[in-house]
Nanobody, 126 residues
Framework: QAQLVESGGGLVQPGGSLRLSCTAS????????IGWFRQAPGKEREGVSC????????RYADSVKGRFTISRDNAKNTAYLQMDNLKPEDTAVYFC???????????????????WGQGTQVTVSS
């Protein structure tokens, strides 16, 4: 059974950095596109970034472009989201998701992904 576990969230001041991890078990991430999503209170879950299986393609939402970097280490069955220059509007629960039957050619949409983690809270506040 596929399981994704996010970690690395927390409280950070504006301008600070966090690195989220998404570790998979029960599946081999080599075969999957990874997407990162976030959901703020009262808002829909939105796509943040995606990376294809060989890391050649990545996409970012405009709101995070230039500040967030997605990466993966297939040998560790883990994906990452490096978040720099964080802003209060980045506050949300962050989720990773994995899907084989999708390509990372645009900002990911939640309807395209079947395997999800439970999420990790990121709070940006002074």
């Amino acid at each position: 059974q596929a399981q994704l576990v996010e970690s690395g969230g927390g409280l950070v001041q504006p301008g600070g950095s966090l690195r989220l991890s998404c570790t998979a078990s029960g599946i081999t991430l080599d075969d999957y596109v990874i997407g990162w999503f976030r959901q703020a209170p009262g808002k829909e879950r939105e796509g943040v970034s995606c990376i294809n299986s060989n890391s050649f393609n990545t996409r970012y939402a405009d709101s995070v472009k230039g500040r967030f970097t997605i990466s993966r280490d297939n040998a560790k069955n883990t994906a990452y989201l490096q978040m720099d220059n964080l802003k209060p509007e980045d506050t949300a629960v962050y989720f990773c998701a994995a899907e084989r039957l999708v390509v990372c050619s645009a900002v990911p949409h939640r309807s395209e992904y079947d395997h999800w983690g439970q999420g990790t809270q990121v709070t940006v506040s002074s």
